[in-house]
């Protein structure tokens, strides 16, 4: 069996680099004396990659959630021929709903992936 190779063919001018060009980019040990993880006066400790991580399927969710309520909306009142004020009572209780979720997917997500641990 060949074995499948980037560096020739058609794809020459593409490619990979050799192993020896990378190196290490990420610090193995943080050189600021003061971290934003340093110690502090509580016994808690903020856990950042948990934030990060809920933070941004939070505005991903989100941006799905408020979109549905304001197209359903618009969709619902067409449908039901509620007029211009209707579509824009039935988005605002759509919204207020989409409100209601993303503050419980918060808090489920806060259980999964908490954002302090105990010292």
Same mark, same amino acid.
């Given at each position: 069996?060949?074995?499948?190779?980037?560096?020739? /063919?058609?794809?020459?001018?593409? !490619?990979? +680099?050799? $192993?020896? @060009? &990378? =190196?290490?980019?990420?610090?193995?040990?943080?050189?600021?004396?003061?971290?934003?993880?340093?110690?502090?006066?509580?016994?808690?400790?903020?856990?950042?990659?948990?934030?990060?991580?809920?933070?941004?399927?939070?505005?991903?969710?989100?941006?799905?959630?408020? /979109?549905?309520?304001?197209?359903? !909306?618009? +969709?619902? $009142?067409? @449908? &039901? =021929?509620?007029?211009?004020?209707?579509?824009?009572?039935?988005?605002?209780?759509?919204?207020?709903?989409?409100?209601?979720?993303?503050?419980?997917?918060?808090?489920?997500?806060?259980?999964?992936?908490?954002?302090?641990?105990?010292?």
């Amino acid at each position: 069996m060949a074995s499948y190779s980037t560096r020739w /063919g058609f794809f020459g001018p593409f !490619g990979l +680099a050799p $192993a020896g @060009l &990378f =190196g290490e980019i990420a610090a193995l040990e943080a050189t600021d004396p003061t971290p934003m993880n340093a110690p502090s006066s509580s016994s808690r400790q903020i856990v950042w990659p948990s934030v990060i991580t809920v933070v941004s399927a939070a505005i991903l969710i989100g941006a799905e959630v408020f /979109g549905a309520a304001f197209a359903g !909306g618009w +969709a619902l $009142a067409i @449908l &039901f =021929g509620l007029g211009d004020q209707g579509a824009h009572i039935l988005q605002a209780v759509l919204f207020a709903l989409g409100v209601l979720v993303m503050t419980a997917f918060l808090r489920a997500a806060q259980r999964v992936e908490p954002f302090f641990k105990r010292r």
